[in-house]
T-cell receptor, first 112, second 113 residues
């Protein structure tokens, strides 16, 4: 595998379910990011991890819970989501303090 | 947060035509980046610009970092059908903890054969 990978690519879940999104980067980076992409809106930064420590949480509801066990892996744990949480969730990575972020293909999430 | 105004929102052009899109901001940025996103995929980095006035090419793509550091443009020459996608500008602000990327809303490009 090369670059940034995300699984699953598609996920449909009910509002009472618990699921997790996974991201893995193979670029040797040490910062990882979760973004939300909704139709007709700019990319929204959700969480930032630097050297496995969460350094930014942009007022994201607690039903989204990130986890970064090491510099190559990032998870987003989901529980009791709302229909308005349906979106494309993108993971990205970079070197700390560097501007070039590299994105994964995203997970298309639908909450029913 | 910082707002990036990207225009046009969408473009419908004939194959072979040149394309131009731009991005402006009320704040200055240290770096401007241009990404392309195809359906069902994540954004792919096309060009990164690091100095005011810099002009950089990547094949048929040319981008410039505005002198004021508040704007950037992307040109695509002799468009082909595989240029179809959404093009995003992004500005990097080194001011926060790690630095932060701010994105425009994107330009949807459609190329007719």
């Amino acid at each position: 595998e090369t670059g940034v990978t995300q699984t699953p690519r598609h996920l449909v879940m009910g509002m009472t379910n618990k699921k997790s999104l996974k991201c893995e980067q193979h670029l040797g980076h040490n910062a990882m990011y979760w973004y939300k992409q909704s139709a007709k809106k700019p990319l929204e930064l959700m969480f930032v991890y630097s050297l496995e420590e969460r350094v930014e949480n942009n007022s994201v509801p607690s039903r989204f819970s990130p986890e970064c066990p090491n510099s190559s892996h990032l998870f987003l744990h989901l529980h009791t989501l709302q229909p308005e949480d349906s979106a494309l969730y993108l993971c990205a990575s970079s070197q700390v303090f560097r501007d070039e972020q590299y994105f994964g293909p995203g997970t298309r999430l639908t909450v029913t | 947060g910082q707002q990036l105004n990207q225009s046009p929102q969408s473009m419908f052009i004939q194959e072979g035509e040149d394309v131009s899109m731009n991005c402006t901001s009320s704040s200055i940025f240290n770096t401007w980046l241009w990404y392309k996103q195809e359906p069902g995929e994540g954004p792919v980095l096309l060009i990164a610009l690091y100095k005011a006035g810099e002009l950089t090419s990547n094949g048929r793509l040319t981008a410039q970092f505005g002198i004021t550091r508040k704007d950037s443009f992307l040109n695509i020459s002799a468009s082909i059908p595989s240029d179809v996608g959404i093009y995003f500008c992004a500005g990097f602000d080194r001011g926060s903890t790690l630095g932060r990327l701010y994105f425009g809303r994107g330009t949807q490009l459609t190329v007719w054969p």
